[in-house]
Antibody
Framework: EVQLVESGGGLVQPGRSLRLSCAASGFTFDDYAMHWVRQAPGKGLEWVSGISWNSGSIGYADSVKGRFTISRDNAKNSLYLQMNSLRAEDTALYYC??????????WGQGTLVTVSS | QSALTQPASVSGSPGQSITISCTGTSSDVGGYNYVSWYQQHPGKAPKLMIYEVSNRPSGVPDRFSGSKSGNTASLTISGLQAEDEADYYCSSYTSSSNVVFGGGTKLTVL
């Protein structure tokens, strides 16, 4: 069974940094691209970033480009999102998602990031 | 990258059929057959319902179907059931090699 468990969320002041992690199990992690998707409270889904199986291809939403960095460690079956210069509008539930069939085939339960002073 | 356009809400009675539209541009929906649809119940993570415009993952009922014409994709749910009440989101691959979601549609089963 595919399992994705996000961690690292919390309350952080504007301008500070936070690193999210996603622990994957139940599938061959290094066979799949991975994504981060966020959802602000009461709002819709927003794609944040994606990374190919070998980290050779990486993409970011314009809203986070230059501030967030996605990475993965295939030896540890883990996905990461380094978030710098956080803003109030980054407040959201952050989901880790496994790519499959050109879509996001499996999702974690999310980790909540709150940016507030 | 602007979000894809979906109606804010749709509704239908049990047994009926409904269709949710998802309008983009030639740089996303119209340019690629990489449109996906996700179902999200309150407090839950999204679930993939349709990929590559019209394909259903294993386990998704065949009451759910997808199609595309030009820059607009559609999700149709036939034989509406109470458990189908949820938010639905479309997404597409884009010419920037990124992903864009629609704003979401709240489906109410009357």
């Amino acid at each position: 069974e595919v399992q994705l468990v996000e961690s690292g969320g919390g309350l952080v002041q504007p301008g500070r940094s936070l690193r999210l992690s996603c622990a994957a199990s139940g599938f061959t992690f290094d066979d799949y691209a991975m994504h981060w998707v966020r959802q602000a409270p009461g709002k819709g889904l927003e794609w944040v970033s994606g990374i190919s199986w070998n980290s050779g291809s990486i993409g970011y939403a314009d809203s986070v480009k230059g501030r967030f960095t996605i990475s993965r460690d295939n030896a540890k079956n883990s996905l990461y999102l380094q978030m710098n210069s956080l803003r109030a509008e980054d407040t959201a539930l952050y989901y880790c998602a496994k790519a499959g069939d050109t879509a996001m085939a499996a999702w974690g339960q999310g980790t909540l990031v709150t940016v507030s002073s | 990258q602007s979000a894809l356009t979906q109606p804010a809400s749709v509704s239908g009675s049990p047994g009926q059929s409904i269709t949710i539209s998802c309008t983009g541009t030639s740089s996303d929906v119209g340019g690629y057959n990489y449109v996906s649809w996700y179902q999200q119940h309150p407090g839950k993570a999204p679930k993939l319902m349709i990929y590559e415009v019209s394909n259903r993952p294993s386990g998704v009922p065949d009451r759910f179907s997808g199609s595309k014409s030009g820059n607009t994709a559609s999700l149709t749910i036939s034989g509406l059931q109470a458990e189908d009440e949820a938010d639905y989101y479309c997404s597409s691959y884009t010419s920037s090699s990124n992903v864009v979601f629609g704003g979401g549609t709240k489906l109410t089963v009357l």
